[in-house]
């Protein structure tokens, strides 16, 4: 082999063998969708800052610095978004610890007629603050999309489950029927709460626009002669040409860094729906009641086949709980800018705003997993309510008895009484409910066990409005919904790679 | 003295006396205002669950329970709301340790004819949940409208500073000019997102509603014999009988804890932007450029006389970084409920919901105090700006001494050869900064003294638009935010206790 | 009645009315015990102040400063201790904004000899911090006897049920059987971990000693005319005055808030156990297997006379969450705490030092409580115990059949097929798990019915050393440690106001 | 080329490029020592597996399961402990979708004669746990090395500015004199209390042991035919072998979760530290009398060539404030693991211990790189001192006038007037601090401005024991824990890359 393809071949292996000799980010190697990594990466990163040289000198160009800035530039501009050496530019970053003048020097190199104009009167949170704004408002979409998805399946799963009756829990105690979809509508609602300030912060995400080293423009005022019209109006320009409504009225350095302890916010919202639903999977799956899909392929450990650990939702919560952490380090780094800007935002803002991304679209993917084949076991559903149903009828009887004409007083006394000793009977003697066996064999209470057994049979008259609500809340708030946001929607895949 | 006194007397010294011998939450006896406490208190809490069994009972009279419910018992349980004997209460919770149902009982007492019809088909959270977002929603107005006071503080503050140049610090190192002024837009553009926030709260708080044990709204469902139009009417109809225009859609046993989460987000905000806004002041205060008021008859230390201790800044930096971090425990409540509820949010939201809105409280009102008052010494301002307009102004010699003729990169070594010297005779030396004298000696550059000094005497040339921007901010968005808001604006005790 | 008492009584009456009409901290008026409060009081924290001062005297006057101190002094300063005018102190400090000023004059009034040498050489953060270090040292010792009960009820417990086999979980699903003492030994094993830490934080507890406004001791040095010797003896013999056996080695103007930081993270380690204890607990509760002591007179809701709702687990829960929140605020704290001392301290400790302690007193009264008594139910735990045991059989059947000749993986194969449709019996049909009587009726396994059973009757076999290590641990672990910390333990009053 | 080649080169090239689309990890690109990188590689996992099993291999051999374990099988697995075909593992994991049993599959490829026998009656979490807790104490290990680095760092720089007064401050208001060494002291001591509290990890750090699926030993138990002594002697065998001297004494599925968050809070007190420093010297640096040493070849921006921006410092902030609040995320997790263990842990530890450990790694990095070359201007403390020096020497001033017979109440009201007047010339007039020329001017005051200055001449009369107290803590505390410690520590790379 050629000394050359040796060399090369070298150079690869120690970049590749590097993979198993440091530590790989979990959340990339496992968890995360193409789609998300990608904004993160690289090339996302620097053919944006591209995008924001090509729209300032565009905007330049326009409010009528043609001495400085021409047309042929532009198009020289706009033909090398994509063609970017990152060696060069590491090089540069090496020799002057500066990456965007590294960038604005290997963008150069490639467009030796504009070289002199790219970031023009500009400062270097020129292209970073507004490529992280674009960035996040493409990663927000995407969570959006994903989000609408998990709606979507949990609507339809509400809606074939909305007649199911089920043990409802207070304390995780048996407390008083409701339904599988009912119940599930819950989720469904935070759900839509999270859409809404999701919705909220997409609505007023801005550009950080032309705004120079501490805010005040001074350079862009220079470049215009003093104009202060076309400052505001480039400010304005730019924003447009990358695709936002409006800039921030006002910045130091950068942007506020609120905005991005709102972000945070928003995601580590939806990060605790996905963990009270999970909790409630997971608890769900003990009772033997309702699951996770199960892969066709996957088996528990050998010596346990039956198994059917609920690893995802498991995942889940992880995933969650450490979104839901990550509020405090955005609010803190706001907090604790001085003036005009410090840089302790930095190292913290480069970790952690892909860390709630990725995170988010994980816990998301998951969630579109999961919800997508939930399975649902209506016999054991059945006999885990038939146990409990007889404590849970006791008002009606009641009721009946009083209606009969016994004094309410009394019977409240021997319903009780006997309710006690059935529950003493499940619990001390591991022996099934017998309480309408109790309430049968005493003479004081008018009814036989047919009668008793016939006042529960069907027990959906314990769960009042819970399926009406159901098909109300999907037909008034979902179902709308889903149909105004049709556009956001689309294939997601939600298969996992681990 | 009678026998009857004495123990009259003996009874209210141990009252009094557990004042000195047990822990006395600081909020409460220190830092916040009458007005929010109260919102707290038992008084509210108690006359408020009275107010949602009046709605109750209303509501069902007139959706047709009027053989059950009387306009009697109505006007009965109406004017007893406040007639509450806390003593008989607390004897009877005491006994059968349930809040709820001693109040029932208690209310019953004084309304021996309604007695059997309070709370008619309730739950315990039907008062309880309702009450809180009740209290929620007036605590949120109350913040409103001290957060309007600071923003038109701060307007009035941003307007009389404009134009008044001052160094602009990145890294908090000198980096350009900007104005006072423009400086506290940025503050005041936080203030207004935190108010956008409260407002999207505050637009999105529903009541719980009349729902039932697990949400089913099964008691009322047979209250109405199967009517479910009812029964959703009844749900309406309370709710706006407790002043709110819609109720959440589906509830477990509560409304859903993600809207506690949003609560204190919201309130979180603010706490943030006062902590970004103290930090700042106490750096200027050790500048001594800018201070917060400081009270007549308030000295320092005996011994130091003279010394002006940002006392206000620093208590408000420790109060917002408590409420910063409450989210957290929000967060994890909301994600860890089971089911239809699980009783771990109570204690903790019985903590937790009143801190939150006494450190807004508190924070707000020593905002207020803070922002009406500062004090700015534009000449210390301006001797630190001279101190460093030297360095600022080479990119402005460079650029007059290339359109001299000279050679821009010969000039610009030169410059920067002159600026390190200068600040290591600043750093190492201690002296003033010699940049100009040491440009001005240098023959190779074509300027002297006057000249350099002439270049910024105008030093306002360096801000840019810093004036113009503010009178934009304040013209386009603050005045008329105000405006529009004016209803929920009024006087407000900022003074301070301690 | 004389307008004298009727004045009195007023103000009583306003005093005590307050107490509906604000906030009050439900730590305290619900939870926490009479000593917790007390050590969080103002007469705690006064009359230590006044110790600091008598202690600080005594040691001058020791190490030579006989000209200025005298023993009457003493003698008077000690005399008055506990002879303190609250009002006349408020009224003092509202004049003179100082707290510690007021006191100084206050103390002196009480003792005009020596109120010229009240606080000699001293500043605030004398009595301040040294004071609050004794009151953690004491709280420190409260919470050490609360541990040390609930270590020996628990060590009880487990002692009692180290042969009940149970279900062993994974991932919340059956995995191996283990028994109730074993489980509960994890539980020990993480107590002591808390204790252990908790041991480490006393051991390291210091005084802060005499040190001077920001650290360098240089008023005492002035006293002491420049004898170097001395002031460092001062320093050494105030301590020990105090109770300890040394301080701090340097200071700013405060201890180091470092120390907060291991204080609140040692107190949440007890929180956080607490929390995983009460979680499983209530979900024991779900499985009806074991509970929390109910009380006698407790009955739940008339309608569910039967429910037992794990409440005090719930509060358990709830509250230790916010435990394990608050070491955040005190890393914040001291990490924001610039040079010598910022004043951003003191209201978030004000708050957050009591609320750590009282939290910890809520929950280790709580987990006293409940570990005093907990509720087993043996027969529940076999019925769960049956239903799983076929499944986690299946191993020993398959190496006992290939004991007898047959092929391991045809048998494994059998097997597995008879799992997931014995598993599927379970969840799909709601009936009994019948994976023995379907191995029986397939010939192609070598046992019949009774065979089987045979294998799982004795089911301790498949609990390991669960029963063997639980003692080896009582043994080795905690008896010692319970009988080396025999003089930390005493009577705790576990009983529940609420 | 041939086909071969090309298919190679496209290999790695996909495997690259991937590189520059997908999100990579700053910590690993950026911040962290390589050392620490391959803790978390999976190399050091996979063979480190393969070391825990040799080391049960060996154990069950040398306790006499010699009939199943032989020493050819152990020489097969010894041989090829580092011989791992990642892809082969991979492909393995993608089809069983479990780790662990896909690299006893690879495993075994390699050791044929021992491949039944590898993993023998272990659980999964054999070999995680105890791989987890030996990275854990090599980490450590690695962190102490560099921690003593910066101890030792400090105490030089300590030493060599024992001497050298400065402003003290308290409210970041000027105070009293101290001294540079003395002020970084208070940062020594907080390392070293970190210090101790990662060597009482240290000395606590356990294996994990042989324990089994839910912590019976029940399959080891069987192995050894009920033989309890020696399924105990295992356990603690196989710790030894893997190189520690206890193992916990009981465990569920996994050693305890509580573990990991004293972990976590041990190095998140090192980041707090650092963020206390930090914060310090980007203060100092704002003042000008203090920097963080500067590259030779680093300039600021072209334009602002004179600046000297604290970027490490301030990544240093940034890192530390991540790192402090990860113990939240273990808390969590601990608090919220059920029975015998639930998988909510794994993401999230997978994640956030490589975080703790990598963030730690660069914070110490950048901490050494910082304290090995501060640098410290004179001449800028003693003017800032000399500017204040007025104010704090007035009690000096009061005491020797009244030394010469003045009366101390109307001394006080004159020194305080003028104080008032020349700290308002100061901030109203920008002027320099006239303090002893007006009290020169004042007649009633019985000195003349050579006398005033020469009480101030000698300011290191008001510095105290600051430098003896700084010499003492040299002598008695760092320089013998520095000797202790000689064996951890050694040469460390602290040369930062971006």
New interface residues.
Partial sequence: ?SPF?LN??KL??E??MS??????????S??TS?EM??L?????KFTTWRKCWVALAEAQYELGLTDIVTPEMIAELKANVNNID?DIAAQK?KEI??DVMAHVYEYGLKCPTAAGIIHLGATSQFVVCNTDLIVQREGLLLAKKALLQVISNMAEFCDEHKDLATL???????????TVG??N??IL??LV??L??LD?LLD?IKARGAK??????????DLFKGD?AK??ALDELVAKKLGFSST??????TY?R??D??LA?TL??I???A??FA??L??L??L?VQ?EPF?KN??G???????????RS??M??????L??L???F??????????????????????I?QCF?LTDAILKLFINISSDMVV?P??I??HLRAELP??S??KILMEAVEKGENRQDM?EL??EH??A??KV??????DNDLLNRLAEDDRIPFDLDSLLAMITDYTQ?????S??TT??LT??INPLLQKNSEYMGEIDSSLS?
Same sequence: chains 1, 2, 3, 4.
């Fill in positions: 082999m393809l090369i071949l690869f292996s970049k590749i993979q198993t000799t440091t530590y790989q980010e979990p959340l990339v496992r968890y193409p990594q990608y993160f990466s690289a090339e996302k990152y970053e610890r500066h409802g829990f207070t304390h995780y105690q048996p407390a008083q029927p409701t009912k119940r509508t819950l609602q935070d709460m999270d809404n300030y909220f007023n120079g080293t501490v805010g005040t423009q001074a350079t862009f005022l202060h400052v505001r921030f009225d006002v910045t130091g350095q506020t609120k905005h302890m709102k916010e580590a919202g990060g605790s729906t963990h009270k909790v409630d997971r608890l799956s003990n033997k699951e892969a996957q088996t450990s050998s010596a346990m086949a039956y198994k059917r650990n609920p690893m498991e995942r919560t992880g995933l969650a709980r450490k839901m952490n509020p405090q380090n609010a803190a780094t706001y907090a604790n800018q001085w003036f005009e800007r410090t840089l302790d935002d930095s190292a913290i803002r480069r970790m952690d892909p990725l076991f016999k054991q059945e006999k404590f849970m006791t008002e409240h319903i009780k309710s006690l059935a529950g499940v619990k001390e003697e591991g022996l314990f769960t009042g409005r819970a009406a609500q109300d809340y008034e708030v681990v």
